[in-house]
């Protein structure tokens, strides 16, 4: 019965998102992509946080009065996880085939996705907002579910060390979660369409994947990691989100409030009347300085966990390599046809890619 009940446990969670994301109040905000065939910018309700604390507390109140137990989600994570992935493919493919052909090649629609934006319940709910909030929610709860089996195990002598990555990966899904809006802005929202690769990515992929340094590690004891180093990771932690939220805040800021002032820094652009592109503060440096971010922060998260010869840890931040080195070539190349001639400016003007000075 219990494997039963993990089975079906990503469905229940999902389906208790969407209907949070439709009730609970939120702020609407106006994004940056614009409505099917009009002049108009979508709309937006957004309540992510709000639907993320609920789903917290009551993962606390079910472990405290021992509704359910704090770890069950890690004794039931494989039928867990066989469960999200039926229930991505379902729903991926439910999505594609309800809209019409994009590609020749109906298994090339059904992994890139037909349809570029979709809302429902009144606009209340939009599916690719609601598919990240579902994601960074669900492995939250594993994050913390698996932290519990760790505490349970060893009592007294946990892994401080663990704590920390644990720590550092849920401040990336509050800060997500936190600066909702700005993801309006990001390339995930304006470039993707929704099929297998962001459907089965985010009810799959992202909460299960993105939690793979505590599969492998919460049944081990306690590393000899000297008092210096955690501190060191945190750090470069704590570097490459200053690196990605610094980088996309301000291109925020530049879209929302042109000419308005981010931090100390004062908007650059170069322009040819129509559209403007940023060269200075984060933007000057690299053209995705945020994507090093990225890799950082998932680096220092591993490092945390104290086992650093692990190899199952280290396909995080591998995958955050693998997929911003590719997604930065395609982002180029739609750049190029977007700007024109004003890329080909920016790119003498900001020649590194992601790692200024090196690449």
């Known amino acids: 019965m219990e494997k039963i009940a993990g089975f079906f446990a990503p469905v229940i969670v999902s389906g208790i998102i969407f209907v949070l994301n439709t009730l609970l109040a939120g702020r609407w905000v106006t994004g940056y992509i614009k409505k099917p065939g009009s002049a108009d910018k979508m709309e937006y309700h957004l309540n992510g946080l709000q639907v993320y604390l609920v789903l917290v507390l009551m993962w606390f109140i079910s472990g405290y009065f021992d509704v359910i137990p704090f770890d ?12 999200a992935s039926l229930f991505g493919i379902i729903f991926s493919f439910a999505v594609v085939i309800s809209f019409p052909a ?29 598919l990240y909030l579902t994601g960074a929610t669900m492995l939250q709860l594993n994050v913390l579910s698996f932290t519990a089996r760790h505490l349970i195990l060893y009592g007294n002598q946990f892994s401080p060390v663990l704590l920390l990555s644990s720590a550092l990966i849920s401040f990336f899904i509050i ?25 089965w990515g985010c009810l799959v992929f992202y909460p299960y994947f993105y939690a793979v340094f505590l599969w492998s590690t919460v049944e081990l004891p306690a ?15 704590f570097s490459g989100w200053i690196l990605s939220r610094g980088a996309n805040l301000q291109k925020f800021y530049f879209r929302k409030y042109p000419g308005k002032r981010f931090l100390l820094i004062v908007p650059e652009a170069i322009s ?18 945020n994507y090093l ?26 995958y955050y390599v693998l997929l911003l080195s590719a997604r930065q070539i395609d982002d180029n190349r739609r750049c190029a ?7 080909k400016v920016y790119e003498k003007r900001v020649p590194y890619r992601i790692i200024p000075f090196i690449y």
């Open 337 to 343: 046809l977007k700007y024109g001639e004003l890329w």
């Open 72 to 83: 069950w989600l890690y004794r039931i994570r494989w039928w867990s996880l066989a469960g």
């Open 293 to 318: 971010g990225e890799v950082l922060m998932a680096g220092g998260i591993i490092l945390c966990t104290g086992y650093p010869m692990l190899i199952w840890p280290w396909l995080y931040p591998l």
């Open 175 to 199: 800060d997500y979660l936190f600066f909702e809006e700005v993801h309006l802005y990001t390339y995930d929202l304006f470039a993707e369409r929704i099929g297998f690769k962001l459907g």
């Open 272 to 289: 040819d009347g129509e559209k403007a592109l940023l060269v200075n503060g984060f933007w000057g440096l690299s053209r995705h300085l």
């Open 102 to 130: 994009v590609k020749k090649s109906f298994i090339a629609d059904l992994f890139s996705g037909r349809a570029e934006n979709l809302q429902i319940a009144g606009g209340r709910v939009d599916v690719k907002m609601w």
């Open 223 to 237: 590393p000899p990691t000297p008092g210096l180093f955690p501190v060191i990771f945190a750090l470069i932690f």
